[in-house]
């Protein structure tokens, strides 16, 4: 979970650098995919709430075409197409090795594909509902998605996506400052104002709404897992090319703010969109 950092260079430097940033996120997932769903609990968490507002609406608004994009394993496409009044569903990701955990663990009749979000091989009013979540924020301009999600809607279809803020792991990035100043340690994300900006200039009229999620863990190693374990590590530039040494670990446990009774909280500064294709 985090938002690309930066690339700078030329024009085709930087093409060049988003392919190969694209393919580290596919990489990383796809390392992940036996062990992302057992740690998924805040990937769970954000999706029900979508899951419980589309409910509520009445599920014979998702309609006959359905598209879960940035699927990982399939956990929500499942869902959707558990859904009686749901029709075809389509899961899209970025990651082979999670579009083939995903098909390996559906007995439904979900179709896959790997495909990049920016990029969509899907016709244009095609959908009748796209589904993502925790996805964008590994985009480094979501701008491009909400155009291809534009395109690809039907008109009345709506759109519900989840995304992560800036605040994102506060607890955690300031340990690791504390621990090793001279390297991030904890991906970068969108500040609300930026968010709110882009989808502005795209989803006219959408809406949007925001809480912080604080989730407990026995100490900040376990936290660290959860992240490996989701396929989530930091890739940004700044980063130690070799692998964190144990007493640098060590020295962050010691420097994140521990509760009373020992655990540790880590904040999640959480969004979601809905729009409504006019």
């Known amino acids: 979970m985090g938002v690309m950092s930066s690339v700078t260079g030329s024009r085709s430097g930087l093409k060049g650098a988003s392919r190969a940033l694209k393919a580290d996120i596919a990489r990383g997932f796809g390392n992940a995919r036996s062990t992302y769903e057992s740690a998924s609990r805040l990937q769970r968490f954000m999706g029900n709430t979508m899951l419980h507002k589309l409910q509520a609406r009445n599920a014979e608004e998702a309609g006959s075409g359905v598209l879960d994009l ?28 999670m579009v083939q955990e995903a098909r390996k663990k559906s007995s439904q009749d979900v179709g896959w594909i790997v495909a990049d979000a920016e990029h969509l091989p899907l016709q244009d009013a095609s959908c009748d509902l796209i589904f993502s979540n925790l996805m964008i924020q590994w985009c480094e301009d979501p701008r491009a998605v909400f155009r291809e999600c534009r395109r690809v809607l039907r008109p009345g279809g709506r759109l519900m996506v989840s995304s992560l803020l800036d605040g994102t792991l506060k607890e955690l990035k300031r340990a690791w400052r504390a621990a090793d100043p001279e390297h991030e ?28 999620i604080r989730l407990p863990y026995s100490s900040p190693m376990m936290l660290a897992s959860e992240l ?16 964190t040494a144990p007493g640098r670990m060590r020295d962050m446990c010691r420097h994140y703010s521990k509760e009373p009774d020992g655990t540790v909280m880590a904040s999640y500064e959480a969004a979601w969109i809905y729009w409504k294709k006019a």
Do not use: Y
């Not at 394993?73 to 082979?96: C, I, N, P, Y």
């Not at 900006?197 to 949007?208: D, F, R």
């Open 185 to 212: 340690h904890v991906n970068r994300f969108e500040t609300e104002a930026a968010l709110r900006a882009k989808v502005s200039a795209e989803l006219p009229q959408a809406t949007i709404e925001t809480r912080t």
């Open 228 to 243: 490996r374990h989701l396929g989530a590590g930091f890739r940004g530039a700044e980063r130690r090319k070799a692998v």
């Open 70 to 97: 940035g699927c990982g394993t399939g956990w929500f496409a499942r869902k959707l197409a558990a859904m009686g009044q749901v029709g075809a569903v389509t899961g899209v990701d970025l990651s082979q090795g």
